[in-house]
Antibody, heavy 116, light 107 residues
Framework: QVQLVQSGAEVKEPGASVKVSCKASGYIFNTYAIHWVRQAPGQRLEWMAWINAGNGNTKYSQKLQGRVTVTSDTSASTAYLELSGLRSEDTAVYYC?????????WGQGTLVTVSS | EIVLTQSPATLSLSPGERATLSCRASQSISGNYFAWFQQKPGQAPRLLIFDASNRATGIPDRFSGSGSGTDFILTISRLEPEDVAVYFCQQYGDSPRTFGQGTKVEV
């Protein structure tokens, strides 16, 4: 069965960077895109970025452009999200989700807390 | 970007009753690329409906989706206690993908 397993919770200081991983199994990794979505406390879900796991093409939210980078390692069936210049408002649960069109499978989420 | 507005914010019903959740888009959704998700506390979102009206794999037939253009509906025909969750909508026809703010269903 399709599974996306994310790395564990992180606590970071303001200004630092964080890298979250998303390991896929149960399907051919390079045939689907991986999207990254975050959910801050009390806020609606926010789409952050997308990577075509087949050819490495990426697209980023304009709001986060310049601070966010998504990559993938097809040999490890793993996608990565890196967010730099962390601020308190980046405190959120970060999800990866599979999907060329609908996001049909999601990771369990990774809590990133930004605090001094 | 397309703004999705859900109503009501909270829906309190009894087991066996019908729930009707609404999502309105600020502009027409291309290709009817519209989805509904269920999210229980501490869990990841679960895809219920895609392309506005297609049930995802393993989703009970008491869940149905309808609508087109700017107005979409999720119907839960006979509520069960396990349906307690936040339901939110998403459009994936236009970039960036956007989400509604959610409707909390209480049973």
């Amino acid at each position: 069965q399709v599974q996306l397993v994310q790395s564990g919770a992180e606590v970071k200081e303001p200004g630092a960077s964080v890298k979250v991983s998303c390991k896929a199994s149960g399907y051919i990794f390079n045939t689907y895109a991986i999207h990254w979505v975050r959910q801050a406390p009390g806020q609606r879900l926010e789409w952050m970025a997308w990577i075509n796991a087949g050819n490495g093409n990426t697209k980023y939210s304009q709001k986060l452009q310049g601070r966010v980078t998504v990559t993938s390692d097809t040999s490890a069936s793993t996608a990565y999200l890196e967010l730099s210049g962390l601020r308190s408002e980046d405190t959120a649960v970060y999800y990866c989700a599979r999907g060329n069109l609908p996001n049909d499978h999601w990771g369990q989420g990774t809590l990133v807390t930004v605090s001094s | 970007e397309i703004v999705l507005t859900q109503s009501p914010a909270t829906l309190s019903l009894s087991p066996g009753e019908r729930a009707t959740l609404s999502c309105r888009a600020s502009q027409s959704i291309s290709g009817n690329y519209f989805a509904w998700f269920q999210q229980k506390p501490g869990q990841a979102p679960r895809l219920l409906i895609f392309d506005a009206s297609n049930r995802a794999t393993g989703i009970p037939d008491r869940f149905s989706g309808s609508g087109s253009g700017t107005d979409f509906i999720l119907t839960i025909s006979r509520l069960e206690p396990e349906d307690v969750a936040v339901y939110f909508c998403q459009q994936y026809g236009d970039s960036p993908r956007t989400f509604g703010q959610g409707t909390k269903v209480e049973v």
